[in-house]
């Protein structure tokens, strides 16, 4: 499976925008881009996911470069609630449905 | 919607016991997988099935069982539980094993191995 880097932890004010960078230089043509969050003390959730265009959902968008090698999941409006780690992963289809975790961006919102 | 759900929320065992971790889900779900998360960790992937009657390796298997008779339910056996299998236990389920589709997870169990 192709890596991802992330920054260890970020840190956002409260109402404003943030942006969790994502690299994946060894991404293949058939990768997705996959993003959950970890809450404290609670279970994964997905978020977005993308191959090539960006996207958007009521959680966050999804900016993807355009040759693939680094992505950007866009908050746009961040409350306390999105205090969380944020996972960039990379999904082929050989992956079985299995998501492989690296360690993620610790996001801390200040009030 | 009850989703995935993990029985117990907390464990703890002595060394050599053995327990079983329940993990169901009512969302019709063929794939169902087990992770382990330990502190300052991502999480990593026991075992996985694709289907009843079906299960898989991950990254992490050694110490642990599994098997999936149905589709609701995927149980995870610990024989002989060591004090490094003490961490937090992570179910998740999804419709298929698309590359897709989005992956479920429960609220996870506490486990440990005293």
């Known amino acids: 499976d192709a890596k991802t880097t992330q920054p260890n932890s970020m840190e956002s004010n409260e109402e404003e925008p943030v942006h969790l960078p994502c690299n994946h230089s060894?991404?293949?043509?058939?990768?997705?881009i996959h993003w959950y969050r970890q809450l404290p003390s609670q279970g994964p959730e997905y978020v977005i996911h993308g191959l090539t265009s960006n996207v958007n959902n009521r959680m966050a968008s999804l900016a993807i470069a355009e040759d693939r090698k680094s992505s950007t999941l866009i908050l746009h409006r961040a409350t306390l609630r999105d205090a969380a780690v944020y996972y960039c992963?990379?999904?082929?289809?050989?992956?079985?449905?299995?998501?492989?975790f690296g360690k993620g961006t610790k996001l801390s919102v200040k009030p | 919607n009850a989703g995935v759900t993990q029985t117990p929320k907390f464990q703890v065992l002595k060394t050599g016991q053995s327990m079983t971790l329940q993990c169901a889900q009512d969302?019709?779900?063929?794939?169902m997988s087990w992770y382990r998360q330990d502190p300052g960790m991502g999480l990593r992937l026991i075992h996985y099935s694709v289907g009843a009657g079906i299960t898989d390796q991950g990254e992490v298997p050694n110490g642990y069982n599994v098997s999936r008779s149905t589709t609701e339910d995927f149980p995870l056996r610990l024989l002989s539980a060591a004090p490094s299998q003490t961490s937090v236990y992570f179910c998740?389920?999804?419709?298929?094993?698309?590359?897709?589709?989005?992956?479920?997870f429960g609220s996870g169990t506490q486990l440990s191995v005293l």
């Open positions: 969302m019709n779900h063929e794939y």
């Open positions: 998740a389920s999804s419709f298929n094993r698309d590359v897709e589709e989005k992956l479920f």
């Open positions: 060894t991404i293949s043509g058939t990768d997705y």
């Open positions: 992963i990379l999904r082929d289809r050989g992956s079985q449905g299995n998501l492989i």
